[in-house]
């Protein structure tokens, strides 16, 4: 079973900064199934990208995503407001899916 | 706009079976993998299991021996039954829909919190 870790677990910016955010593999992830989610107090998690590198419909171009093997990041160009919240990588192997336990992006 | 709805008791007694029944609005269950994510108070992410629209099931391992998963096309809806469960199963327990060619989660119900006490 593939684990994922990301970090930092939680990092203090503010809006118009630059927010990356990383996820390692336990092993290499050699199918690019390797997605990020957002997720707000109170709501659902939102599917951000996919792919590695792919924008779910509607997201903004300021999120992007890149990596490989076992090393994945999640870059957001320039924070807005509504960009606080928790971010998490997911994986699909071997009939698993796996999420990483997720990066808080707070308020400096 | 596809959209998705979990119902069903908020409050479960240890021991005894949860179950969830997710409603799909918008669009049609079939064709698409369908899944159950919960999210343990304060914590991160756990996939439970996904079926496709025609029944073909797969489980998490560390909760197969309890779960069954099913779906009703006539209804559009998917359900999840988890027994005997315990305090450690209280969670919000999300229905998402697995995206068309991935493997990732592109729609989602608001999730129920679903409370497992006595």
Request: hydrophobic share 30%; net charge positive.
């Amino acid at each position: 079973e593939i684990v994922l870790t990301q970090s930092p677990g939680t990092v203090s910016l503010s809006p118009g900064e630059r927010a990356t955010l990383s996820c390692r593999a336990s092993q290499s992830i050699s199918n690019s199934y390797l997605a990020w989610y957002q997720q707000k107090p109170g709501q659902a998690p939102r599917l951000l990208i996919y792919g590695v590198s792919s924008r779910a419909t509607g997201i903004p171009d300021r999120f992007s995503g890149s990596g490989s093997g076992t090393d994945f990041t999640l870059t957001i160009s320039r924070l807005e407001p509504e960009d606080f919240a928790v971010y998490y990588c997911q994986h699909y192997d071997s009939s698993l899916f796996t999420f990483g336990p997720g990066t808080k992006v707070d308020v400096k | 706009q596809v959209q998705l709805q979990e119902s069903g008791p908020g409050l479960v007694k240890p021991s005894e079976t949860l179950s969830l029944t997710c409603t799909v609005s918008g669009g049609s269950i079939s064709g698409y993998y369908w899944s159950w994510i919960r999210q343990l108070p304060g914590k991160g992410l756990e996939w439970i299991g996904y079926i496709y629209y025609s029944g073909s099931i797969k489980y998490n391992p560390s909760l197969k021996s309890r779960l069954t998963i099913s779906v009703d096309t006539s209804k559009n809806q998917f359900s999840l039954k988890l027994s005997s469960v315990t305090a450690a199963d209280t969670a919000v327990y999300y229905c998402a829909r697995i995206r068309l060619g991935g493997l990732d989660f592109d729609y989602w119900g608001q999730g129920t919190l679903v409370t497992v006490s006595s």
